[in-house]
């Protein structure tokens, strides 16, 4: 039987049993026997400053498919984040289709007397009322928290009211209080999707041989996206890319392409194992096309697969050979200088790899979370045996603050909605992802290290925002060791 049978995904932690939250050590001491981050894989923190709910990332892919709109059944927080991602929704929309267009999302927002009496009745009217006023393909009908703790049940108000409204309900279960790991938001959307608008495999159509689906679950902006479309169409293929934006007929064409290639193990194994499955759509779950050996590899892996290896290295020779030329008078500047990284897992160690090719040293990683999937990039990376501090933390900016002024680093790449820490320690800040800007293929890298070399030039803002502004946090935490509050489930210092 298929996950995807199932009325709720399986939580990323049962799923991937080495999964963990809280690490602290090196890149490589990580590596050795029994020091491996499934050390602390039953490990916490005796101190918790914040986490990540599922629902950020699912509002981000959900928002963005046209005509469909969210349906929030919770309390009246939940998805406030969609006020964050709008502005990833309208850029997205201007770059693919010429205008920019908002997420719709409506939230039932249950207050005190729902929490008694239950909220089924009001969802109910909620979907009548939204099926009424908008002319929508499809409605994502979202359980936060609170319906899970009420009893609600979303599936049964789906199932009563489907036949009398237009729009597809696709029911989601991204209760935040499930699964501590964000990366279970991308399963969550994957579910929807799959159970609900991929065609019958027997109403799919004559297989695609040229067409290969490429997923962004919105890690990559349109300029990713038309560098990995330019770098597949060399070799004569097409990309086909979903879930975020895409039509319905990119779905369909999901399920009858030749061969579906990951930009991110993190995000796509869930969907990209159901595809092989059920459609028989066989995948690559490797390596992410950032940096210049990464991009290189991803491509001879799609080209081999699909008996264009030749053609592959071919291009990724003559690429890698005008990338590094163009690249040349960048890595003067950038040689010796240390730069602290910090994102989801594989986004953080990728980016590592591309940053050693543009000639910076790491100073240190701190990565949202580890599965078995990091072991690859982190091989990579301990290959030529240079180590530095690597930590796995959902967010805990006092651990990266602490981290920081021991490190020093010249630099520091993080979330948008990440870099305060560091800015307000004076160093300076890069986004390790935006959609405005490219980073993924040959072009990415290109891009990226323009923008570096303009940041390191003229870093005068960070550090003048570092004399002025303060961190919340007393000297006597600077003084404690930077992982000393991480713990064993028996309460031992690990
Ligand atoms: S953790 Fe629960 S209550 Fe909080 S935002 Fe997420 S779904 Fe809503």
New binding site residues.
């Given amino acids: 039987m298929s996950k995807l049978d199932l009325l709720t995904p399986p939580r990323r932690e049962d799923r991937h049993p080495a999964t963990c939250l809280a690490y602290g050590g090196s890149l490589c001491g990580s590596g050795k026997k029994g020091e491996k981050c499934a050390l602390a894989a039953d490990a916490d923190r005796a101190f918790t400053q914040g986490s990540i709910?599922?629902?950020l990332p699912a509002m981000g892919m959900m928002l963005s498919l046209p005509d469909t709109a969210v349906l929030m059944h919770?309390?009246v927080?939940?998805?406030?984040?969609a006020h964050g991602v709008n502005g990833n929704v309208r850029s997205g929309h201007a770059a693919r289709r010429g205008k920019p267009a908002d997420g719709l999302w409506f939230s039932t927002a249950l207050d005190e007397v729902d929490v008694i009496s239950g909220g089924d009745a009001k969802l109910e009217r909620a979907i009548r009322e939204i099926d009424a006023a908008y002319p929508l393909q499809a409605v994502f009908v979202v359980a936060?928290?609170?319906p899970a703790v009420i009893g609600d049940d979303i599936d049964a108000v789906i199932a009563k009211v489907q036949p009398e409204v237009g729009a597809r309900l696709l029911p989601v279960h991204?209760?935040?209080?499930k699964s501590r790991f964000m990366a279970t938001a991308y399963d969550v959307v994957y579910h929807a999707l799959g159970r609900n608008l991929l065609p019958r495999p027997d109403q799919a159509g004559p297989r695609e041989e040229k067409t290969i689906n490429i997923m962004n679950v919105s890690s990559m902006g349109r300029l990713d996206e038309l560098e990995l479309e330019r770098l597949v169409g060399e070799i004569g293929l097409r990309a086909n890319f979903f879930p975020v934006f895409a039509r319905p007929e990119s779905l369909r064409k999901a399920a009858v392409a030749a061969l579906s290639i990951s930009t991110c193990p993190t995000h796509d194994d869930y969907f990209l194992s159901h595809l092989e499955e059920k459609y028989g759509v066989p995948y690559i779950i490797n390596h992410m096309p950032v940096g210049i050996a990464n991009t290189g590899q991803w491509l001879r892996d799609v080209g081999e697969r699909l008996g264009l290896g030749k053609e592959a290295a071919v291009l990724a020779e003559a690429e890698e050979k005008e990338v590094r030329e163009a690249l040349a008078e960048f890595i003067p500047h950038f040689r010796g200088k240390r730069v602290y990284l910090s994102a989801g897992e594989y986004r953080s160690l990728a980016t590592a790899s591309l940053l050693r090719e543009l000639g910076f040293e790491i100073a240190g990683i701190r990565s949202f979370h580890y599965d078995e999937y990091a072991e690859v990039e982190l091989e990579k990376l301990r290959r030529d045996k240079r180590d530095f501090v690597w930590s796995v933390a959902n967010v805990q900016p006092f651990e990266e603050a602490n981290l920081l002024k021991r490190v020093k680093p010249d630099l520091f790449i993080g979330h948008w909605h990440g870099n305060n820490t560091a800015g307000r320690l004076g160093i300076p800040t890069h986004v390790i992802y935006n959609t405005g800007y490219g980073y993924l293929g040959y072009r990415g890298a290109y891009d990226l290290a323009r923008r570096l070399f303009r940041k390191l030039k003229n870093p005068a803002f960070t550090r003048r925002l570092g004399r002025y502004a303060r961190l919340p946090y007393k000297e006597s935490w600077y003084r404690a060791e930077p992982f000393s509050l991480i713990r064993s489930k028996t309460g031992e210092a690990v």
Avoid at 77 to 81: A, D, I, L
Avoid at 174 to 177: A, I, L, S, Y
């Fill in positions: 709910c599922p629902l919770s309390a927080g939940c998805g406030s984040c936060g928290c609170l991204c209760e935040g209080f």
